[in-house]
């Protein structure tokens, strides 16, 4: 079973930055590592796309099947460390802002793999709405509503989860340092 080592946090707050600096480090460390987001697939993004951002239980569903076509892929493509641009948590962050029991949709989630770890980069929502590109996929008006909740909620998965906050407004340089370190101290690298 490979290491999995998923980015949360709320849009903007420089998780796909991160993830791809760690995987430049790691592979030339030469770690059999791949780096991967979610959505994974093209047709349920399409789907995602089309529905909006109003029915937190056809997001749940349609986020949980895209992941269990990205989970089949990523254990067909055998790495030691897969680092992962969201993950579940980002199901329970988000949508249970919007309503949804988090009980379930932990539930709806729970045949995939836990990750070794998560690293929640944390981020003021201003700060982020700075960030957040123009021409994301997902920038749905009534998403950017709630990333203060989503924020909060995060904020409480770290706790109840255990994941390392990391502040997203230090240099990226100072995150991916750290961020290779703490992997490290997970896989023993060289």
């Not at 989503?150 to 240099?171: G, H, M, P, Q, W």
Request: charge should be neutral; charged fraction near 30%; proline fraction near 3%.
């Amino acid at each position: 079973m490979p290491r999995i080592i998923s980015f949360e946090g709320i849009d903007g707050a420089g998780k796909t930055t991160l993830a791809k600096n760690v995987y430049g480090v790691l592979k030339k460390k030469g770690y059999n590592v791949i780096l991967t987001q979610e959505p994974f697939t093209r047709e349920i993004t399409e789907l995602i796309k089309k529905s909006g951002w109003n029915d937190p239980v056809l997001l749940t569903l349609l986020f949980s099947a895209d992941r269990a076509f990205h989970i089949k892929w990523i254990m067909e493509q055998k790495p030691e460390i897969v680092l992962m641009d969201r993950y579940f948590h980002s199901t329970i962050a988000y949508q249970s802002v919007l309503g949804l029991d988090e009980e379930w949709i932990e539930e709806v989630n729970s045949k995939f793999p836990k990750p070794d770890i998560v690293f929640l980069l944390d981020i003021e929502v201003n700060e982020a709405i700075k960030r957040i590109r123009k021409d994301d996929q997902f920038n749905f008006e009534e998403k950017i509503n709630t990333l203060e909740a989503v924020r909060k909620k995060y904020l409480e998965l770290a706790r109840k989860y255990n994941f390392i906050v990391l502040d997203a407004k230090s240099k990226i340089e100072e995150l991916t340092e750290k961020t290779v370190q703490i992997i490290c101290s997970l896989v023993k690298c060289s």
